[in-house]
Nanobody, 118 residues
Framework: QVQLVESGGGLVQPGGSLRLSCAAS????????MSWHRQAPGKERELVAT????????NYADSVKGRFTISRDNAKNMVYLQMSSLKPEDTAVYFC???????????WGQGTQVTVSS
């Protein structure tokens, strides 16, 4: 059974930091590129960051570049999103995704809420 379980969300003040975690199971994690997405109320889901299967390549949305860092630990089947200098506009539900392709299905987690407010 495939599972992606996000954790680490919560309420944080502007300028603060959070580290999101995503635990993967039920599939061969190490061959999948992974990504983090977010969806704010009334808005479409947007891509935040991606990381290659080996963790050697990363990409970020312009809105988070320089503030967020995506990483992974293939030995632990984990992917992380370190978020710093958080802004109110970062408030959203954050989802991790195993990126499908080349005949492989993709998978989504259930999301974790991040609220940036004073």
């Amino acid at each position: 059974q495939v599972q992606l379980v996000e954790s680490g969300g919560g309420l944080v003040q502007p300028g603060g930091s959070l580290r999101l975690s995503c635990a993967a199971s039920g599939f061969t994690f190490s061959i999948y590129p992974m990504s983090w997405h977010r969806q704010a109320p009334g808005k479409e889901r947007e891509l935040v960051a991606t990381i290659s299967s080996a963790g050697t390549s990363t990409n970020y949305a312009d809105s988070v570049k320089g503030r967020f860092t995506i990483s992974r630990d293939n030995a632990k089947n984990m992917v992380y999103l370190q978020m710093s200098s958080l802004k109110p506009e970062d408030t959203a539900v954050y989802f991790c995704k195993a990126v499908g392709g080349w005949g492989r299905p993709g998978y989504w987690g259930q999301g974790t809420q991040v609220t940036v407010s004073s």
